[in-house]
């Protein structure tokens, strides 16, 4: 079988300028993963990287069965825990201590303060606070399970806690603390132990708590049901109660 030999026209210069045309406008044209692209894609993937990696820390204790969320103690609240403190000495455990504003101002009213804090990026910033506000000697931070922390070591407990976490707290306060230790709570009180002094009202109230065996006990406690009745209605009218406890050193 023979085949006929095609032949091919000549390209005119018409179609020889769209030609040019064709390859001008190609070579223009940006490519769709040029290095400018590469760079924008890979700083947004690190910069989403790293807000995860940040963020993870701050809502990991959600998924905890006991929840000690991060909430910044008032300024008010912090001064009553000092009033409460007042005639006390020796050493202080803020129990998840969050940016370490308890523990750095008892370190400025003469105290050693510790602080406990599961958050590591929360342990570092409160490291930094207490180095820049000059208490890096007397104020120390640890990243700790607030429960495979010995109590008994401390002199006074502070604790800004949530309501599932006090009567957990509580056993484990009643099997470690001293007679000498005191308990300083805010937010919530305690569930069975009755406090023998209050400083403020309302959610700025901070009770002061002493093992129930203490000689003591009995003659400075406060009553409890009176105690939680006024945290319950202001929590319903989110109001300030008024309340007037023993108002003496304990």
Same mark, same amino acid.
């Given at each position: 079988m023979h085949f006929?030999?095609?032949?091919?026209?000549?390209?005119?210069?018409?179609?020889?300028?769209?030609?040019?045309?064709?390859n001008e406008a190609t070579k223009n044209e940006p490519r769709p993963w040029d290095k400018t692209s590469i760079t924008v894609v890979g700083i947004f993937g690190a910069f989403v990287a790293g807000t995860?990696?940040?963020?993870?820390?701050?809502?990991?204790?959600?998924?905890?069965? &006991?929840? +000690?969320? %991060?909430?910044?103690?008032?300024?008010?609240?912090? =001064?009553?825990?000092?009033?409460?403190?007042?005639?006390?000495?020796?050493?202080?455990?803020?129990?998840?201590?969050?940016?370490?504003?308890?523990?750095?101002?008892?370190?400025?009213?003469?105290?050693?303060?510790?602080? &406990?804090? +599961?958050? %590591?990026?929360?342990?570092?910033?409160?490291?930094? =606070?207490?180095?820049?506000?000059g208490m890096g000697h007397s104020a120390?931070?640890?990243?700790?399970?607030?429960?495979?922390?010995d109590m008994s070591k401390y002199n006074n407990i502070v604790i800004f806690g949530v309501d599932t976490l006090m009567g957990g707290l509580e056993k484990k306060f009643e099997k470690e603390i001293t007679l000498d230790t005191r308990v300083l709570v805010s937010r919530f009180p305690l569930p069975n132990w009755q406090p023998v002094n209050q400083v403020g009202h309302g959610l700025d109230a901070v009770w002061t708590y002493m093992r129930p065996d203490h000689p003591d006990y009995e003659q400075s406690k406060i009553s409890k049901d009176v105690?939680?009745?006024?945290?319950?209605?202001?929590?319903?009218s989110n109001d300030n109660f008024g309340f007037t406890g023993n108002q003496k050193q304990v």
């Open positions: 006929k030999k095609r032949e091919s026209k000549p390209i005119s210069d018409e179609e020889c300028e769209i030609c040019r045309a064709l995860a990696a940040l963020t993870v820390s701050f809502i990991a204790p959600a998924f905890r069965k &006991v929840i +000690l969320p %991060y909430v910044p103690a008032t300024t008010l609240q912090v =001064q009553n825990v000092m009033k409460a403190l007042t005639g006390r000495q020796g050493s202080v455990l803020d129990i998840g201590s969050g940016d370490g504003r308890v523990v750095i101002e008892a370190a400025r009213h003469g105290f050693h303060g510790y602080g &406990v804090e +599961l958050n %590591y990026w929360l342990v570092l910033f409160s490291r930094y =606070q207490a180095w820049r506000q120390t931070f640890f990243r700790k399970d607030l429960w495979k922390t105690v939680k009745g006024n945290y319950k209605k202001e929590s319903r």
